[in-house]
């Protein structure tokens, strides 16, 4: 990089980056993503890598803004495959950038953090999130971007609801931007957010591991990787919320489509028969979840989102679930199939 403040600030964010990905809270697996505007380059966190490995591994790669914001401008299907407009020349491991780097580049302040923050996804769940937001957000210059497909649509979406100053998006279904002038101030943005979205979780009891590991038996399932993956399973509110569908999109990409709940008496055999096929995770109510045996670390990741996110949702709020088409879409779309294989190989 030519310029010693660019390169300075590229090393913040990196530093940033990895704090953020190290937090289940802000961001999981291969989600999220940070970015940096240098003269006409935007150096954006590569599809399929992990934030938490910003600072082991090279994983920023640069991207030329304009003709990427050209082809958003003329919905041009090629700024949903941002690879094109990668610079190779920098490109030094071949990367991919972010299938999110239109909505960094649409933003026009030099730093931009992605996450799916627990605090935001929860309220962006709700059917009545724009009135929450506007209680809790009041003196920020927010914009409330309803869900669309991460890639050219949502950005898409943003670009109709972008006015000038705006430095914080809720994205519906899906969870949250800031943009600053600095890496240092983003994060504050990012704390001060966060901080005014924040809500307590629902409190629950432990998993009852006896009761589980009985089920485990021979069937090639297994204990999540984290505790607290359990409580979407054990609190009857967040199980109920769970069974309704596909809250966001990483959800689908790394469980499936909604989640699979045992019925009383059922074992994980009973269930994969009625099911047709061993599902990601079984959710035993009550009782807590297990894991196919070869789930990724993604899908682990995701699970315990999902008792993260369903905790923090109000029991009485109605909530917006992705649709069939819009499960569908994601289930069958060729950029995340390669998000999904490089996570598979790295995660
Ligand atoms: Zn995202």
């Known amino acids: 990089m030519a310029n010693y403040a660019d390169a300075?600030?590229?090393?913040?964010?990196?530093?940033?980056?990895?704090?953020?990905?190290?937090?289940?809270?802000?961001?999981?697996?291969a989600g999220g993503n940070t970015s940096l505007k240098a003269g006409d380059t935007l150096w954006i966190k590569a599809s399929?890598?992990?934030?938490?490995?910003?600072?082991?591994?090279?994983i920023m790669v640069p991207v030329a803004i304009a003709p990427l914001l050209k082809a958003v401008e003329q919905r041009d299907p090629a700024a949903d495959q941002p690879q094109a407009f990668a610079i190779e020349a920098l490109n030094?491991?071949?990367?991919?950038?972010?299938?999110?780097?239109?909505?960094?580049?649409?933003?026009?302040?030099?730093?931009?953090?992605?996450?799916?923050?627990?605090?935001?996804?929860s309220l962006a769940v709700q059917a009545d999130c724009e009135a929450q937001l506007a209680k809790r957000l009041d003196g920020l210059e927010w914009a409330y971007v309803a869900y669309r497909r991460p890639g050219l649509p949502l950005a898409q979406g943003i670009a109709e609801r972008?006015?000038?100053?705006?430095?914080?998006?809720?994205?519906?279904?899906?969870?949250?931007?800031?943009?600053?002038?600095?890496?240092?101030?983003?994060?504050?943005?990012?704390?001060?957010?966060?901080?005014?979205?924040?809500?307590?979780?629902?409190?629950?009891?432990?998993?009852?591991?006896?009761?589980?590991?009985a089920l485990i038996g021979r069937t090639g399932y297994r204990l999540p990787a984290d505790i607290e993956a359990h409580a979407a399973a054990i609190d009857p509110e967040s199980c109920r919320m769970a069974s309704g569908g596909s809250l966001y999109p990483d959800h689908v990409i790394f469980l499936g489509q909604g989640s699979v709940v045992a019925r009383s008496g059922e074992d994980v055999k009973c269930v994969t028969e009625r099911c047709g096929a061993a599902p990601?995770?079984?959710?035993?109510?009550?009782?807590?979840?297990?894991?196919?045996?070869d789930a990724g670390a993604g899908a682990d990741a995701m699970q315990r989102c999902l008792?993260?996110?369903?905790?923090?949702?109000?029991?009485?709020?109605?909530?917006?679930?992705?649709?069939?088409?819009?499960?569908?879409?994601?289930?069958?779309?060729?950029?995340?199939?390669?998000?999904?294989?490089?996570?598979?190989?790295?995660?």
């Not at 299938?99 to 953090?113: D, F, G, N, S, Y």
């Not at 990601?280 to 045996?293: D, E, K, Q, S, T």
Request: with cysteine; aromatic share 2%; proline share 5%.
């Open 307 to 347: 008792a993260d996110v369903t905790a923090r949702v109000d029991v009485v709020a109605k909530l917006n679930y992705l649709t069939a088409a819009e499960n569908d879409e994601l289930i069958n779309w060729d950029a995340e199939q390669y998000r999904q294989k490089l996570n598979a190989a790295g995660g």
């Open 8 to 29: 300075q600030e590229l090393a913040a964010l990196r530093s940033l980056s990895a704090s953020i990905g190290r937090d289940p809270h802000l961001t999981q697996a």
């Open 92 to 121: 030094a491991r071949k990367l991919r950038p972010s299938i999110e780097t239109t909505v960094h580049a649409l933003m026009p302040q030099r730093v931009v953090l992605h996450v799916h923050c627990v605090e935001t996804i």
């Open 162 to 213: 972008l006015r000038p100053g705006v430095d914080v998006l809720i994205l519906g279904n899906h969870g949250l931007v800031v943009a600053a002038e600095t890496v240092a101030d983003a994060e504050a943005l990012l704390r001060r957010v966060t901080g005014l979205l924040a809500r307590p979780p629902r409190e629950v009891v432990e998993p009852n591991v006896a009761a589980l590991t």
């Open 48 to 58: 399929g890598t992990w934030l938490k490995n910003a600072l082991a591994e090279d």
């Open 280 to 293: 990601a995770a079984i959710l035993f109510p009550g009782l807590g979840v297990l894991m196919r045996g």
